[in-house]
């Protein structure tokens, strides 16, 4: 059986009382991606482990870090 991990959101997020955040949780080995806006109904993105790293490569690019 596949393990689902917890979501979890950036630490830059702080306390954002909205809750307005993207999460990412692991699916067994894949990660997963959503919207914290909306916990009842959300959407699910199943990205590849590289395609993943590329994206956060392209965020701490595009931030400056």
């Known amino acids: 059986m596949t393990e ?3 979501w979890r959101k950036s630490s ?3 306390n954002n009382q909205d809750n ?3 999460e990412v949780r692991l699916n067994g080995e894949t990660p997963q991606v959503s919207d914290s806006k909306l916990p009842d109904h959300r ?3 199943t990205i590849s ?3 993943y790293r590329g994206l956060l490569e ?3 690019d595009a931030s400056g870090q």
Do not use: M, N, T
């Open 43 to 45: 959407p699910i993105l």
């Open 20 to 22: 307005q955040c993207v």
């Open 49 to 51: 482990a590289g395609s």
């Open 4 to 6: 689902i991990g917890p």
């Open 12 to 14: 830059r997020s702080g």
């Open 58 to 60: 392209w965020v701490k």
